[in-house]
């Protein structure tokens, strides 16, 4: 019968360290909490050879990235149903360590095995390994070896994963019929620019027709295209690098964020997205019994946006000042102007401008200053745009009400969960909204695209053939 060695408080809040004999650490547990002590941490004594049995740790396979989100919440689920049987928790590790395959996870399970066996408890163990289990994920098990719950955490922890990777899955399946679509259209119109416009320029040459003003400017972007080919894929990396540059820097961070959250259509879908997993994320640590403060700077750090992450660092040190949660909630979620965010949406306002101005290398008179004057509005327009949004806010009154009414009766956490939800389901209808407003908006495109392209081309040759006859 193993011995396990336990750190507990008692009804005074004395500490209390002491050992007990039992066959798993969930009958341990059982025992502590019936001696009246409440269970802070708990650990298999170690054994006389145990450290250099750790010594001896297996060879861990080569592997690139995290553990997968998929995988991991598949991990979760196992291991909860594992813990709800009975199975002590190095056994439950082990069966699903031998089951996983090679990869990060695996790797990283063998390494919770080895902790563990050295006398480190689950959370402990799962902390040394941040590529595969996040904050919040560690945060969570602590919190339920603390109460003695752990197979309850782990149900919650893999509802809530589960929910997680189910929005993800909508939202990405949702995006690659347009993404296929808009690739191979752009594919088909380079080919048509570089192979079959340069043949009826060549014949219109020859016959020295004068050429109507559709017909050169498409000659001229064919001709763009022929000479320049290597800016198709030079621009939008450089756009990519570009950005990332931007977002290394905090201000850069904070710009580039808020210009994503006032997209149309994209931007509300961006936000409430943000909304829904953050609210969901802050619902299950407080359920779990993780502190408020602590839970705070787990959803904080896990929103991904620097606009959401301010906005919860001001809610943190509003409770650390013994205020409420709602208030600042409604007083900081205000968008604001930021010269970054100004910034860039000058810029891809001009971009289409700035294309034009290109134009001017293939020969076409005038390009430059057409292009300039078209960058300089579009670029002023799309600015007093995000001027007449910057008093938006970033969390509607709903959320505020509904936060404000669950922290008076003692039940914030299924009012966020109930936010969550409602967060959920709008995503969803925006999501089949985008996809359906995608469809014609591509199908325009195209049909605009061929249609210039054809009337380019026939208009010459509708006069070639009357001049013929």
């Known amino acids: 019968m193993p011995t396990y060695q336990f750190e507990a408080m008692d009804a005074t809040g004395q500490e209390i360290r002491d050992v007990i004999d039992a066959a798993t650490e969930e ?8 001696m009246g002590y409440f ?27 995290g553990g997968g989100g998929k995988h991991i919440t598949a ?33 990283a399970l063998m390494d919770v095995c080895d902790e563990i066996e050295m006398g480190a408890t689950l959370s402990e163990a799962m902390a040394k390994s941040p590529k595969v289990f996040t904050r919040l994920y560690v945060n969570m098990i602590k919190a339920g070896e603390a109460g003695g ?15 997680a990777e189910s929005l993800k899955r909508k939202v990405k399946g949702a995006m690659i019929y347009p993404v296929v679509v808009i690739l191979v259209a ?57 950005i990332k540059l931007v977002r290394k820097f905090k201000h850069g961070r904070m710009g580039w ?21 953050t609210t969901r994320t802050l619902g299950t640590l407080v359920s779990s019994g993780v502190p408020i403060l602590e839970g705070l700077n787990i959803t904080r750090e896990t929103s991904g946006n620097a606009l959401f992450e301010r906005l919860y660092g001001k809610v943190s040190d509003s409770i650390r000042e013994g205020n409420t949660i709602a208030r600042p909630l409604k007083d900081y979620s205000t968008l604001g102007f930021h010269p970054v ?21 293939t020969g076409m008179k005038g390009m430059a200053t057409m292009g300039l004057m078209i960058a300089g509005v579009v670029g002023v327009l799309t600015t007093l745009f995000y001027v007449m949004k910057i008093k938006g806010r970033v969390v509607d009154d709903l959320v505020v009400n509904m936060v404000d009414v669950g922290e008076e009766t003692g039940e914030l956490d299924t009012m966020l969960y109930k936010v969550a939800d409602t967060y959920d389901e709008e995503v969803k209808t925006l999501t089949d909204g985008l996809m359906a407003l ?24 509708v006069s070639l053939i009357q001049g013929l006859s």
């Not at 964020?257 to 997993?277: Q, S, T, V, W």
């Open 341 to 361: 965010c100004a910034f860039l949406w000058f810029f891809f306002g001009a971009v289409p401008g700035l294309s034009v101005m290109c134009l001017e290398a």
């Open 149 to 163: 719950a752990l197979e309850v955490i782990l149900q919650r922890l893999a509802d809530f994963m589960e929910r």
């Open 75 to 107: 991990f979760t689920r196992q291991l909860s149903i594992l813990q709800d049987a009975g199975l002590p928790i190095l056994r439950s590790l082990k069966i699903l360590e031998n089951n996983a395959k090679p990869g990060k996870l695996k790797n």
């Open 186 to 242: 752009t594919g088909i119109l380079i080919f048509i620019m570089l192979k079959i416009v340069p043949v009826f320029q060549k014949m219109f040459e020859e016959f020295e027709l004068k050429l109507p003003a559709p017909t050169e400017l498409l000659i001229a972007m064919s001709k763009f295209i022929v000479n320049y080919w290597f800016m198709l894929p030079a621009l939008p990396v450089s756009v990519w690098l570009f």
């Open 27 to 34: 009958e341990a547990q059982t025992t502590i909490r019936q």
């Open 257 to 277: 964020d808020m210009f994503c959250l006032r997209i149309p259509i994209i931007g509300n879908l961006i936000e409430k997205n943000i909304m829904a997993r």
């Open 438 to 461: 995608l469809e014609p908006m591509i199908v325009c495109f195209l049909g605009g695209a061929v249609g210039f392209i054809v009337i380019s081309l026939f208009i010459p040759l």
């Open 39 to 65: 269970v802070t941490k708990i650990s298999v004594k170690k054994a006389a050879g145990g450290a250099a049995a750790a010594k001896a740790r297996k060879k861990r396979p080569f592997a690139m990235g």
